[in-house]
């Protein structure tokens, strides 16, 4: 497992608050690449704290409590509001009023970047640390 995942980990199932500067600055130097001009060091590592924290978060959706699926009465489908994670996550407003910044420059140079990419890689962190259980239980 890698030390970035390790770190992630550490922080997400052990509670080590110590670890969350440095998955951040791992994760903000990750995404620089990916970023546009328009976004800053400052904003960056401010969306890879809100990556973080989305990421943590414990709150079960409400749509699906929590299952990640939506029974039609034929067939279950994937829960539309949380996407299939099973968690309620904040709306682009509420990340955007959190980062202060406006809600336009948040969706055009930010939000792909949150969901799609930091929030990605944090779940890839989880994805090696099941793969490491797996290979270690068998």
Known sequence: M???????????YANDESQVLRVAHELS????????ENVDE???????LAAIEE???DAMCGTC????WISTGEKMIVCFKCRGSG???RSSREIADSLGVHIK?????????LERYMLGVLSNYEGELYIAMKERLY
Do not use: V
Request: with cysteine; aromatic share 8%; proline share 0%.
């Open 2 to 12: 890698s030390k970035e995942a390790s770190n992630f980990l550490r922080l997400k």
């Open 29 to 36: 130097r990750r995404s620089r690449k990916r970023a546009s």
């Open 42 to 48: 400052d904003m960056l590592f401010s969306l890879s």
């Open 55 to 57: 990421s943590l978060s």
């Open 65 to 68: 409590n929590g299952k990640a």
């Open 87 to 89: 968690r309620r996550s």
């Open 105 to 113: 420059y948040y969706k055009d140079e930010c939000k792909h970047l």
